[in-house]
């Protein structure tokens, strides 16, 4: 068991989470393992990329998933967290690149338009994957466009955030 985290936008570029994937090593088995978020920002002008849109791409390779309670947003100087109105974690939707260099290995988190409770607050957010679609994720059996898509009004329940805690208090595989 894993205790779940909140998943924070304001999150320097290179901070460490648990991802979990398929080893590459041995296919048939996965792994939580712990990466760096953002791209290595050699290949990217000096710049780390933390995110990566859904729209129009393909994701054959290299899926992970990223282990959330709720995940954090940022209007001027209020805050706010979206959790699962049903009270579930879930998990976010990402890609990882392999240790490079000076570089570890890194995850990068694929976004979608908001559903109708984030957008007021903003334009994108991570996509999720419900608990029953992890394996579909990773093992790519389900087409992109069919898991990638904007979760349904009353998904969310998003409320200021004033001081720490998270929603739940573990995370299984």
């Keep these: 068991m894993e205790s779940p985290t909140p998943f924070d936008i304001d999150a320097p570029p290179g901070g460490r989470r648990p991802i979990i994937r398929?080893?590459?090593?041995?296919?048939?088995?996965?792994?939580?393992?712990?990466?760096?978020w953002g791209s290595n920002?050699?290949?990217?002008?000096?710049?780390s990329l933390r995110f990566?849109?859904?729209?129009?791409?393909?994701f054959p390779r290299h899926r992970c998933l990223v282990p959330a309670s709720?995940?954090?947003m940022r209007v001027g100087d209020k805050r706010y967290r979206a959790t699962l109105e049903s009270g579930n974690f879930f998990y976010l939707a990402a890609i990882w690149e392999p240790a490079m260099g000076e570089w570890p290995l890194s995850f990068r988190i694929i976004t979608f338009a908001a559903n109708a409770?984030?957008?007021?607050?903003?334009?994108?957010h991570g996509a999720i994957i419900e608990r029953r679609h992890r394996m579909q994720w990773l093992d790519a059996t389900v087409p992109e466009i069919d898991l990638l898509q904007t979760p349904p009004e009353r998904t969310f329940l998003v409320e200021r955030?004033?001081?720490?805690?998270?929603?739940?208090?573990?995370?299984a595989l």
């Design 70 to 72: 709720e995940f954090h």
């Design 22 to 36: 398929r080893n590459p090593d041995d296919a048939s088995e996965i792994e939580m393992v712990e990466a760096a």
């Design 161 to 171: 955030l004033l001081g720490g805690g998270t929603s739940q208090s573990e995370l």
């Design 52 to 58: 990566v849109r859904s729209e129009g791409r393909t």
């Design 41 to 47: 920002p050699r290949f990217s002008d000096g710049a």
């Design 117 to 124: 409770e984030v957008a007021r607050y903003q334009e994108r």
